[in-house]
C-alpha cells in the first residue's frame, strides 16, 4: 500500500503513552526530587537578611511602640543575662547589611533586670525557649531523614513487588481451600447419588490407600466430572476433599493460558509440585475445556500457548503416579471440545455425569438450601420440587433465596407458599409487569389463553395438567398458560408429541373461531410447533419417511474440521421432509379445531373467567369443562404497581416470543 498522506494520518502517534502508564507514579517521584533539589540547593545567604542592631535599639523602639511582634530568648553560651532577641517593626525602618529597608531585625546582648521587665511589658517579645545544640542538630537533620527514608520505603517496595511479580509469572494459581472454614461434605450435596457413590472409592483411597494396593489395584489418575451449568461439580469436588480430609487446591483452566507463550506450561509444572508436595492432596480444574481443548482446531491451526499448557499437562499426567496419592478432578459442560489425548486412559481414567437432578433429587436440594430459609409451615418442598422439572441445583438455591427476598420485601417474618410460587413464575417466566392496553386487545389475549387452556385440559392424560392461566403480562409474553408434570417426563410418544403440536395451535385456532381472525400474537407457538414436527420427521422417524435420522447437518467451524455445511440428504428428500412437516401441522390444526368447536361453551367461560379476575388456576379450567362453572373460590392476585409514567406509555404491539419447554420442564404459552 502507497505511503501517501492519508495513511500517515492513520498511523497512531508514537508519542502517546501506552495503556496503563502511571502517571500518578511519576508525578510523585517528581514531586520527591524536586524536595530534595530544593532542600540541597536551598542557600539561606539568599534569603533577605534581617537587620542587626544592639539592646539598646530595641529598647527604643519598644518604647516607642515601633515593634509590631518578636521574641526573646536565653542563651546559655553567652552566661545568665545573654539574650537573644529577634522580631519585626511595624514598617520597614531599618536597613540591613546590604542597605535595603526591612522590618525584620536582630539583637544579641546582656539585659539588665530593669530593660527585660519594660520589654515584657511592651507585651511584643514574648520569651521563648533556649535553643541548644541537639535542637538545632535536629533541626537541620530531620528533613534529610525523612526524605531519604521515604524513598528508601518507596525503592524497596518496588523492587520487592517487582522481584515477587517476576518471580511469580510462572508460578501456580491454585488457591489451596482451608480444611476447617471451606469444608464440605457429603451431607452437603444432594440430588446427584450416582456420581457421590462413583466418587466414593477415591475418598477410600486418600483415607486407606494400602487397602487397594495389596490388592494391586490403582485408583484413577484423573476423574472429569461432566454436566450441565450449575448441577454441582465444583461443590461434589469439594465434598471429596472434605470426606478424605485431604488438602484441596482449586484453579480455573483459564487461569494457565496467557499471552506469553511457556508461562501456561510453566504453571502446569508448578501446580503438580505443589500436589506433590502436600500429598495426599486433590487438584481441582473447574472450566477445562479453557485449556484442554481440541488442538488444531478452529481457524488459523490454533493457539500455540493453550496447546502448549495442554502438551505440558498431557506429560505431567502420563508421569504423574498415583501411589504419591494426589488425584486430579476436572468439571466441564463441554466434553465435545476435549482433545482425545486427555480423555484417554492413564490420564483422566474416569468420566463421572452429573445430570439434572430428578424430582426426588430436587427434593433433597430444596431440603439443603432450605436450612438457611425460615419457612413457614404452609411450604411443601415436595410440591416444589414436582413444579420445577429440569431446574439445576443452583436454580433451586436461587428459587429459595429469590422467595425469602420476597418475603422480606412484603415484611413477612416466614416465607410462604405463595411466594414460593411467585418466585419460580419469576425465574421461569419471568416478572409480571402492566401494559396500558384497550378492552379488544385484553379480550384477544383472553380468548388466546383459554384456547390453550381448553386444548391442555381435554387432551392431558394427567401427567401434564394445567397450572395457571393469567393474561397478566409477564416477561416477553402478553399472556401465559403454564402446565406442571406429576411426574419428571423421560420419554415423549407420538400421540404426546401431537397433543404438543395441537395445544401450541390452540391460541391461533381460538382467535380465529372467536373473530373470524388471527393476530402475530401465536408467532412462538407457531415456532414451537414446528420445532416439534421438524424433529418428530428428521430425529424421531416419526413419519411416513421411515424410521431415518435427517437432522444431522452440523456446522463444526468452531472444531476446525469443516468449513462448510455439511449436506446428508438430497434436494427430493427435503422435499419429502417439509412435506411430512407440514402435514403434521395442518392436521394438528384441524384437530384443534374440532375439539374447541366442540367445547365453545367452557372456551367461553374460560374467557369470561380471565376477563374478570385475570388469573385463574387449572383447576377451574377443570371444574368448567366438568360443571359448566367455576366451584371452588379464586384467590385474587394483587396487581403489581404501575409508575405514573408508564400509565401514557401505547401498549406494545410487537408479537413475543414464546419459551421453550423441554420434555418434563413447564412451558408457558404467551399471547
Same mark, same amino acid.
Given at each position: 500500500?502507497?505511503?501517501?498522506?492519508?495513511?500517515?494520518?492513520?498511523?497512531?502517534?508514537?508519542?502517546?503513552?501506552?495503556?496503563?502508564?502511571?502517571?500518578?507514579?511519576?508525578?510523585?517521584?517528581?514531586?520527591?526530587?524536586?524536595?530534595?533539589?530544593?532542600?540541597?540547593?536551598?542557600?539561606?545567604?539568599?534569603?533577605?537578611?534581617?537587620?542587626?542592631?544592639? #539592646?539598646?535599639?530595641? #529598647?527604643?523602639?519598644?518604647?516607642?511602640?515601633?515593634?509590631?511582634?518578636?521574641?526573646?530568648?536565653?542563651?546559655?553560651?553567652?552566661?545568665?543575662?545573654?539574650?537573644?532577641?529577634?522580631?519585626?517593626?511595624?514598617?520597614? %525602618?531599618?536597613?540591613?547589611?546590604?542597605?535595603?529597608?526591612?522590618?525584620?531585625?536582630?539583637?544579641?546582648?546582656?539585659?539588665?533586670?530593669?530593660?527585660?521587665?519594660?520589654?515584657?511589658?511592651?507585651?511584643?517579645?514574648?520569651?521563648?525557649?533556649?535553643?541548644?545544640?541537639?535542637?538545632?542538630?535536629?533541626?537541620?537533620?530531620?528533613?534529610?531523614?525523612?526524605?531519604?527514608?521515604?524513598?528508601?520505603?518507596?525503592?524497596?517496595?518496588?523492587?520487592?513487588?517487582?522481584?515477587?511479580?517476576?518471580?511469580?509469572?510462572?508460578?501456580?494459581?491454585?488457591?489451596?481451600?482451608?480444611?476447617?472454614?471451606?469444608?464440605?461434605?457429603?451431607?452437603?450435596?444432594?440430588?446427584?447419588?450416582?456420581?457421590?457413590?462413583?466418587?466414593?472409592?477415591?475418598?477410600?483411597?486418600?483415607?486407606?490407600?494400602?487397602?487397594?494396593?495389596?490388592?494391586?489395584?490403582? %485408583?484413577?489418575?484423573?476423574?472429569?466430572?461432566?454436566?450441565?451449568?450449575?448441577?454441582?461439580?465444583?461443590?461434589?469436588?469439594?465434598?471429596?476433599?472434605?470426606?478424605?480430609?485431604?488438602?484441596?487446591?482449586?484453579?480455573?483452566?483459564?487461569?494457565?493460558?496467557?499471552?506469553?507463550?511457556?508461562?501456561?506450561?510453566?504453571?502446569?509444572?508448578?501446580?503438580?509440585?505443589?500436589?506433590?508436595?502436600?500429598?495426599?492432596?486433590?487438584?481441582?480444574?473447574?472450566?477445562?475445556?479453557?485449556?484442554?481443548?481440541?488442538?488444531?482446531?478452529?481457524?488459523?491451526?490454533?493457539?500455540?500457548?493453550?496447546?502448549?499448557?495442554?502438551?505440558?499437562?498431557?506429560?505431567?499426567?502420563?508421569?504423574?503416579?498415583?501411589?504419591?496419592?494426589?488425584?486430579?478432578?476436572?468439571?466441564?459442560?463441554?466434553?465435545?471440545?476435549?482433545?482425545?489425548?486427555?480423555?484417554?486412559?492413564?490420564?483422566?481414567?474416569?468420566?463421572?455425569?452429573?445430570?439434572?437432578?430428578?424430582?426426588?433429587?430436587?427434593?433433597?436440594?430444596?431440603?439443603?438450601?432450605?436450612?438457611?430459609?425460615?419457612?413457614?409451615?404452609?411450604?411443601?418442598?415436595?410440591?416444589?420440587?414436582?413444579?420445577?422439572?429440569?431446574?439445576?441445583?443452583?436454580?433451586?438455591?436461587?428459587?429459595?433465596?429469590?422467595?425469602?427476598?420476597? $418475603?422480606?420485601?412484603?415484611?413477612?417474618?416466614?416465607?410462604?407458599?405463595?411466594?414460593?410460587?411467585?418466585?419460580?413464575?419469576?425465574?421461569?417466566?419471568?416478572?409480571?409487569?402492566?401494559?396500558?392496553?384497550?378492552?379488544?386487545?385484553?379480550?384477544?389475549?383472553?380468548?388466546?389463553?383459554?384456547?390453550?387452556?381448553?386444548?391442555?385440559?381435554?387432551?392431558?392424560?394427567?401427567?401434564?395438567? @394445567?397450572?395457571?392461566?393469567?393474561?397478566?403480562?409477564?416477561?416477553?409474553?402478553?399472556?401465559?398458560?403454564?402446565?406442571?408434570?406429576?411426574?419428571?417426563?423421560?420419554?415423549?410418544?407420538?400421540?404426546?408429541?401431537?397433543?404438543?403440536?395441537?395445544? $401450541?395451535?390452540?391460541?391461533?385456532?381460538?382467535?380465529?373461531?372467536?373473530?373470524?381472525?388471527?393476530?402475530?400474537?401465536?408467532?412462538?407457538?407457531?415456532?414451537?410447533?414446528?420445532?416439534?414436527?421438524?424433529?418428530?420427521?428428521?430425529?424421531?422417524?416419526?413419519?411416513?419417511?421411515?424410521? @431415518?435420522?435427517?437432522?444431522?447437518?452440523?456446522?463444526?467451524?468452531?472444531?476446525?474440521?469443516? #468449513?462448510?455445511?455439511?449436506?446428508?440428504?438430497?434436494?427430493?428428500?427435503?422435499?419429502?421432509?417439509?412435506?411430512?412437516?407440514?402435514?403434521?401441522?395442518?392436521?394438528?390444526?384441524?384437530?384443534?379445531?374440532?375439539?374447541?368447536?366442540?367445547?365453545?361453551?367452557?372456551?367461553?367461560?374460560?374467557?369470561?373467567?380471565?376477563?374478570?379476575?385475570?388469573? #385463574?388456576?387449572?383447576?377451574?379450567?377443570?371444574?368448567?369443562?366438568?360443571?359448566?362453572?367455576?366451584?371452588?373460590?379464586?384467590?385474587?392476585?394483587?396487581?403489581?404497581?404501575?409508575?405514573?409514567?408508564?400509565?401514557?406509555?401505547?401498549?406494545?404491539?410487537?408479537?413475543?416470543?414464546?419459551?421453550?419447554?423441554?420434555?418434563?420442564?413447564?412451558?408457558?404459552?404467551?399471547?
Amino acid at each position: 500500500m502507497p505511503d501517501n498522506e492519508d495513511n500517515k494520518k492513520r498511523r497512531p502517534l508514537k508519542s502517546l503513552p501506552p495503556d496503563g502508564f502511571p502517571f500518578k507514579l511519576v508525578l510523585i517521584w517528581i514531586a520527591i526530587l524536586g524536595s530534595v533539589v530544593a532542600l540541597i540547593y536551598y542557600n539561606p545567604a539568599r534569603a533577605p537578611q534581617p537587620a542587626a542592631v544592639n #539592646i539598646q535599639g530595641v #529598647i527604643e523602639l519598644a518604647e516607642q511602640g515601633k515593634i509590631a511582634s518578636g521574641g526573646m530568648r536565653n542563651d546559655p553560651t553567652g552566661g545568665p543575662s545573654w539574650y537573644i532577641v529577634a522580631g519585626e517593626t511595624v514598617e520597614p %525602618i531599618l536597613q540591613n547589611s546590604t542597605g535595603a529597608a526591612t522590618k525584620s531585625f536582630t539583637a544579641a546582648g546582656r539585659l539588665t533586670e530593669h530593660n527585660y521587665e519594660l520589654l515584657q511589658k511592651a507585651k511584643v517579645l514574648v520569651e521563648k525557649p533556649a535553643t541548644t545544640a541537639t535542637t538545632q542538630l535536629l533541626y537541620n537533620v530531620v528533613p534529610f531523614v525523612v526524605v531519604i527514608g521515604l524513598l528508601y520505603f518507596l525503592f524497596v517496595r518496588q523492587l520487592k513487588s517487582a522481584g515477587k511479580g517476576a518471580l511469580s509469572f510462572g508460578k501456580s494459581r491454585a488457591k489451596m481451600l482451608t480444611r476447617e472454614k471451606d469444608r464440605i461434605n457429603f451431607t452437603d450435596v444432594a440430588g446427584c447419588d450416582e456420581a457421590k457413590e462413583e466418587v466414593s472409592e477415591v475418598v477410600d483411597f486418600l483415607k486407606d490407600p494400602q487397602k487397594f494396593q495389596k490388592l494391586g489395584g490403582r %485408583i484413577p489418575k484423573g476423574i472429569l466430572m461432566v454436566g450441565p451449568p450449575g448441577t454441582g461439580k465444583t461443590l461434589l469436588a469439594k465434598a471429596i476433599a472434605g470426606e478424605a480430609d485431604v488438602p484441596f487446591f482449586s484453579i480455573s483452566g483459564s487461569d494457565f493460558v496467557e499471552m506469553f507463550v511457556g508461562v501456561g506450561a510453566s504453571r502446569v509444572r508448578d501446580m503438580f509440585e505443589q500436589g506433590r508436595k502436600n500429598a495426599p492432596c486433590l487438584i481441582f480444574i473447574d472450566e477445562i475445556d479453557a485449556v484442554g481443548r481440541q488442538r488444531g482446531a478452529g481457524l488459523g491451526g490454533g493457539n500455540d500457548e493453550r496447546e502448549q499448557t495442554l502438551n505440558s499437562l498431557l506429560v505431567e499426567m502420563d508421569g504423574f503416579d498415583t501411589q504419591e496419592g494426589v488425584i486430579i478432578i476436572a468439571a466441564t459442560n463441554r466434553p465435545d471440545v476435549l482433545d482425545s489425548a486427555l480423555l484417554r486412559p492413564g490420564r483422566f481414567d474416569r468420566q463421572v455425569s452429573i445430570d439434572l437432578p430428578d424430582i426426588i433429587g430436587r427434593e433433597q436440594i430444596l431440603r439443603v438450601h432450605a436450612r438457611k430459609i425460615t419457612l413457614s409451615d404452609n411450604v411443601d418442598l415436595a410440591v416444589i420440587a414436582r413444579g420445577t422439572p429440569g431446574l439445576s441445583g443452583a436454580e433451586l438455591a436461587n428459587l429459595l433465596n429469590e422467595s425469602a427476598l420476597l $418475603a422480606a420485601r412484603r415484611n413477612k417474618k416466614r416465607v410462604e407458599m405463595a411466594d414460593v410460587d411467585e418466585a419460580r413464575d419469576k425465574l421461569l417466566w419471568g416478572l409480571s409487569r402492566r401494559r396500558v392496553m384497550d378492552d379488544a386487545e385484553k379480550r384477544l389475549i383472553a380468548w388466546h389463553e383459554a384456547g390453550h387452556a381448553v386444548l391442555q385440559a381435554v387432551l392431558d392424560d394427567g401427567t401434564v395438567p @394445567v397450572h395457571k392461566v393469567t393474561i397478566i403480562p409477564r416477561g416477553q409474553s402478553l399472556g401465559s398458560t403454564t402446565y406442571l408434570p406429576t411426574k419428571d417426563i423421560l420419554t415423549r410418544p407420538k400421540k404426546k408429541l401431537l397433543n404438543e403440536v395441537a395445544m $401450541a395451535m390452540g391460541g391461533r385456532v381460538a382467535e380465529e373461531l372467536v373473530t373470524g381472525d388471527f393476530s402475530n400474537g401465536a408467532y412462538g407457538d407457531i415456532k414451537q410447533a414446528t420445532r416439534i414436527a421438524r424433529a418428530m420427521v428428521c430425529d424421531y422417524g416419526m413419519s411416513e419417511l421411515g424410521p @431415518v435420522a435427517m437432522g444431522e447437518n452440523q456446522d463444526t467451524v468452531f472444531l476446525g474440521r469443516d #468449513i462448510t455445511r455439511s449436506q446428508h440428504i438430497s434436494e427430493d428428500t427435503a422435499r419429502k421432509v417439509d412435506i411430512a412437516v407440514s402435514e403434521i401441522l395442518n392436521s394438528q390444526y384441524k384437530r384443534a379445531q374440532e375439539i374447541l368447536a366442540e367445547n365453545r361453551v367452557a372456551l367461553d367461560k374460560v374467557a369470561a373467567a380471565l376477563l374478570e379476575h385475570e388469573t #385463574i388456576e387449572g383447576r377451574h379450567v377443570l371444574e368448567i369443562l366438568k360443571h359448566g362453572e367455576i366451584q371452588s373460590p379464586i384467590v385474587a392476585v394483587k396487581p403489581p404497581k404501575l409508575p405514573s409514567a408508564d400509565a401514557a406509555k401505547p401498549a406494545d404491539k410487537a408479537a413475543p416470543e414464546a419459551s421453550t419447554g423441554s420434555a418434563g420442564t413447564p412451558a408457558p404459552s404467551p399471547a
